[in-house]
């Protein structure tokens, strides 16, 4: 199994930034890709992106892409979420998962709140 524990959440104005962290622990040998999620309240959850481990390859929603980028730090088994040019729309309970090679995402944190007001 693996845990993850997402932190780095909180209240930042329209167009600010905000970098979330996804720390991984347990088998992390098994992770093949992470990803992050949000969901809106009444709204589906919706993937914003994720990056195959072993090899630095992220993908994006239209929705972030140019304004999130996702990173990993090898050493420190964390996963970064780095949110720039925030916008209200982006408010959002965000989460952290991870799934071996040809599996589906079954490894859940449990969420950190972002919101974006002024």
């Known amino acids: 199994q693996v845990q993850l524990v997402e932190s780095g959440g909180g209240l930042v104005q329209p167009g600010g930034s905000l970098r979330l962290s996804c720390a991984a622990s347990?088998?992390?040998?098994?992770?093949?890709?992470m990803g992050w999620f949000r969901q809106a309240p009444e709204k589906e959850r919706e993937r914003i992106g994720e990056l195959i481990w072993g090899r630095n390859i992220s993908s994006y929603a239209d929705s972030v892409k140019g304004r999130f980028t996702i990173s990993r730090d090898n050493t420190k088994n964390t996963l970064y979420l780095q949110m720039n040019n925030l916008k209200p729309e982006d408010t959002a309970v965000y989460s952290c998962?991870?799934?071996?090679?040809?599996?589906?995402?079954?490894?859940w944190g449990q969420g950190t709140q972002v919101t974006v007001s002024s």
């Open positions: 347990g088998q992390t040998s098994t992770i093949y890709m």
């Open positions: 998962a991870s799934r071996i090679y040809n599996g589906q995402y079954n490894n």
